[in-house]
DNA sequence: CGAGTACTTGATGGTAGTCAAAATCAGTGG
DNA sequence: CCACTGATTTTGACTACCATCAAGTACTCG
């Protein structure tokens, strides 16, 4: 109901072999293969520069394809290189469950490890770029690297951490607070990738980050409008402006909207200033 | 304000040597020491018999006690032996965030491997005997023992898929929906491990229950009572008999209240024949 | 037995969900 | 290029669920 068109999408033979630029170009100059030093400087965690042993794969996917789907026997784990993903899971009934959106430099896939197959399925929300890491190659550099072990060990703890404190959101924050934190993860992973950390569209629908927040999508959306109104941000469609990133940091709860009236008449004239 | 008196403890200067039971028991007649072998089983994970090279120092702490607490260096992960914790994070206003009640069988301290600090807090609500695995130990089991590598994994993964579980019951379901997945949970917790599964004592309050599932101990209070009213569970204080988990693994919502007030004149009788 | 904590139950209000309709956007094919 | 279709977004009106406040009861433990 929610997706349009989705495909699978696997991967080609997978060779680990060394990189022969002669495989047929799977899509015209993107970057075919990684070392091991590039994934760790992706993941953010230290590489011992030098020995390049190890070689690894990149795929791309266009919008609206799966990466893995629920279910789906594991066998490998997936680190984003570009482009914007979501990370869903699917109850019995059917109903969707927004968990995540994997962007540069994260790892997903991890929940397949548990019980050799994906308790969750991946789609491209944009074009993107993704290092496909076979999970015996991954589990094995810890042997084969040993001062890479606690990081391999770290990068799966930070997944548990990012979760735990989601957990936290749902079961404390208000709607507005819930959506103020989004748009100042958003703000900060934007300024980690070296894009602008102000200004920015947003790559998933008023759905999704319902979802994702435990919100529905009218509520996204008149927060947002709420947060225009009283100039935190402007927001136009998938537009975003952020004006006042401290304000978003620390709200919990917007002024009752008597109060709230008084505040639009103050901030009118500076939107309309700038 | 929620914890009456809590107490650190940390372990007695750890050596990894072979037990000696001369070592002055720390209380009477409680297991000291665990081989590897013992701690695979009580994970759930396979485990080769045989080479038994590793032994693992128990400890014991009284309901209350923290096993560790936020912003602690980590060094160490942690297996329940026995009794029952609960793990809580502490946001910016000090506000607490239950985050899980680990029992027999689970493992916790995971989250403090990313920023080699415990980014939660572990309180003992019973009396409990808990395995201490130094992290050095553990990441260093997938070299030594390289069939243990994918399990280890998996052990983490597992607590990722936990946490993903939960992100989606506070997403999705009311508040009756959570309160019985709470139920449907500790009942096939207590089946695992050997005990009841229609009838125990809760080891928590209903503000630590409410707090779990976003919800407030009221709310908690009150559906038990519905639950209780309407013969799916019997409740008196901590004591719970499940009388139906099918209707409770099912529930999504209960019968407004009208049509509910039949449902009593029907289970009224039940429960008083019982 | 008394003090403090935990639990139950009731009354009330606010937050966010639901239903609905209109406006805007994206993509398609004529 | 533009009309057309379907998806997305906005906004409004209404409602229900659950939080809050409050009072009373039942446990626990020194």
């Given at each position: ?73 594991f ?14 899971m ?30 969750t ?35 799966m ?31 900060e ?23 994702y ?13 709420a ?27 917007l ?20």
């Amino acid at each position: 109901m929610l997706t349009t068109q989705l495909s699978d999408a696997r991967p080609a033979p997978l060779s680990l072999a060394t990189p022969s630029p002669s495989g047929a170009a799977w899509q015209r100059q993107a970057k075919l293969w990684s070392s091991l030093k590039e994934v760790c400087d992706l993941l953010r965690i230290p590489a011992k520069l030098g020995t390049d042993d190890f070689q690894f794969q990149h795929m791309q996917f266009k919008a609206g394809q799966r990466i893995h789907t629920i279910g789906q026997p594991f066998d490998m784990l997936y680190v984003v290189n570009s482009g914007f993903l979501k990370t869903v899971m699917i109850d019995e009934l059917g109903n969707e469950q927004v968990l995540g959106f994997p962007m540069k430099g994260d790892m997903f896939g991890i929940d397949g490890i548990h019980r050799k197959q994906y308790a969750t399925e991946t789609v491209a929300l944009s074009n993107c770029d993704v290092i496909l890491i076979p999970f015996k190659v991954f589990a094995g550099l810890g042997r084969s690297h040993p001062e890479l072990e606690a990081s391999i060990y770290a990068v799966m703890s930070r997944e548990l951490v990012r979760e735990q404190a989601m957990v936290g959101t749902l079961g404390s924050l208000s709607a507005e607070a819930r959506v103020a934190r989004f748009l100042v993860f958003l703000s900060e992973r934007f300024s980690e990738m070296g894009y602008s950390g102000t200004q920015f569209n947003l790559r998933m629908t008023r759905q999704e980050i319902g979802n994702y927040l435990g919100l529905t999508l009218e509520t996204v959306s008149r927060t947002f409008s709420a947060f225009n109104t009283i100039g935190l941000i402007s927001v136009d469609q998938r537009a975003i402006v952020v004006h006042d990133l401290q304000s978003l940091r620390t709200l919990r709860r917007l002024p009752p909207s008597r109060v709230r009236a008084k505040a639009e008449a103050k901030a009118k004239p500076a939107a309309a200033a700038a």
